[in-house]
């Protein structure tokens, strides 16, 4: 059972431009979430999907950020015109099919992405 | 809502001594706890949750959290230090959906050999 993967591990990018990332959650997990973790700070909630239904999205996840999850499997998170305030390291996590709020999440090693 | 409050941004033990990282949390409902642990460059490993039943929630690594109701409290400790102890810990409470966690804004564990 592989865990929750993510590409690329490190991206630097010039402000302006355009970014995506990618996540491959547990095989049969059929929840996913993506949170930005910005320096000594904890994670925050950006979007969660159900197989590919995207079913809540944070007040942080701006018009210039976009994220799809084809086909209920893999995941991308898209930021449009990047600017500085956008470095962080962009963390996804997937739990089952039966999870409820007592149920934990599987994180990946998260894409930590700077912007000059 | 439902947050949480991780007391003291950093720590310092002794290898050996105890280890105490302090959460409170805030919850309108049952809430359900989660402690995480993340170590340099990589993303967070559960450490032990509370969602029922038992308020003293033993997890890996010789880690255990208490839920205590009446002081709104999820206290991890250790009895004894070891290096490989020092990281980043997490606090987490689950929305009551599980949609999402609320993260507090983490303590870093240093332990001094």
């Known amino acids: 059972d592989t865990g929750v993967s993510q590409d690329p591990r490190h991206k630097i990018t010039k402000r302006g431009q355009n970014v995506t990332f990618r996540c491959d959650p547990i095989?049969?997990?059929?929840?996913l979430y993506w949170y930005r973790q910005t320096l000594g700070q904890g994670p925050e909630f950006l979007t969660y999907?159900?197989?590919?239904?995207?079913?809540?999205k944070s007040r942080l996840l701006s018009d210039r950020f976009s994220a799809e999850r084809p086909k209920g499997s893999f995941s991308t998170l898209e930021i449009q015109r990047t600017e500085q305030g956008d470095s962080a390291m962009y963390l996804c996590?997937?739990?089952?099919?039966?999870?409820?709020?007592?149920?934990?999440?599987?994180f990946g090693p998260g894409t930590r992405l700077t912007v000059t | 809502a439902q947050s949480v409050t991780q007391l003291g941004s950093h720590v310092s033990v002794s290898e050996g001594a105890l280890v105490l990282l302090r959460c409170n949390y805030s919850?309108?409902?049952?809430?359900?706890l989660f402690w995480y642990v993340q170590y340099p460059n990589q993303g967070l490993q559960l450490l032990l949750k509370?969602?029922?039943?038992?308020?003293l929630v033993k997890g890996i690594n010789g880690f255990e959290a208490e839920f205590k109701k009446s002081e709104t409290s999820f206290h991890l400790t250790k009895p004894s230090a070891h290096m490989s102890d020092a990281a980043e810990y997490f606090c987490?409470?689950?929305?009551?959906?599980?949609?999402?966690?609320?993260f507090g804004t983490g303590t870093s564990l240093t332990v001094i050999p």
């Open positions: 095989s049969e997990h059929n929840r």
């Open positions: 999907f159900q197989n590919e239904a995207q079913l809540e």
């Open positions: 987490a409470v689950s929305a009551y959906t599980g949609n999402q966690f609320y």
């Open positions: 919850s309108s409902v049952p809430p359900y």
């Open positions: 996590a997937s739990s089952p099919r039966e999870a409820g709020p007592f149920y934990e999440q599987y």
């Open positions: 509370y969602t029922t039943g038992a308020t």
